[in-house]
């Protein structure tokens, strides 16, 4: 067991490292907005990390256009945003990329584990676990009573 507690304390160090490294970059990334303008500036569309639309503000000129006119202005300046969010995201998380065990895809779309992985289980508590989990038969008054089967019925 002795020999295994070094490496336990180093698996659980790095994941310790790289927690507090996934903390700051959102909190970095929470800041992260941007602002988007239609061509003519009938409306403006705010963006968080990832795309998210946080708002939309929209003048008397974009509700005086047809909607077919308005909902193609507005995909694409949607467009623009999310090119927009997504080079800002990458400056933003650029900083934090000295290390190769960060999934940059899954950063710069926003999507960030809420903890790090737990180091895996020992052969013997997977073993336990699968253990208890095989439904165990009832005793006592909890148990269901007897089924009788086809045979055995008087009729």
């Known amino acids: 067991m002795t020999s295994q507690r070094p490496r336990f304390d180093a698996e659980r160090a790095k994941a ?12 970095a990334l929470e800041e992260v907005r941007v602002q988007v303008h239609a061509a003519d500036r009938s409306f403006s569309v705010e963006m968080g990390v990832g795309g998210a639309v946080t708002a939309v503000r929209l003048t008397d000129a974009a509700m005086n256009k047809t909607p077919e006119a308005l909902s193609r202005e507005l995909v694409a300046t949607l467009n623009d945003g999310m090119r927009e969010i997504a080079a800002r995201t990458n400056e933003v998380v ?3 990329l000295s290390s ?12 960030l584990p809420q903890t790090a992985e737990p ?24 148990a269901a009573p007897p089924v009788p089967d086809e045979d055995s019925r008087d009729d």
């Open 16 to 27: 310790a490292a790289q927690r507090l490294r996934y903390n700051e970059i959102r909190a």
């Open 94 to 96: 650029r900083p934090f």
């Open 100 to 111: 190769s065990d960060l999934d940059l895809a899954a950063i710069t779309a926003g999507r």
């Open 119 to 142: 180091p895996p289980k020992p052969d013997w508590m997977r073993e336990i676990e699968d253990a208890s989990r095989i439904p165990k038969r009832p005793l006592g008054r909890f």
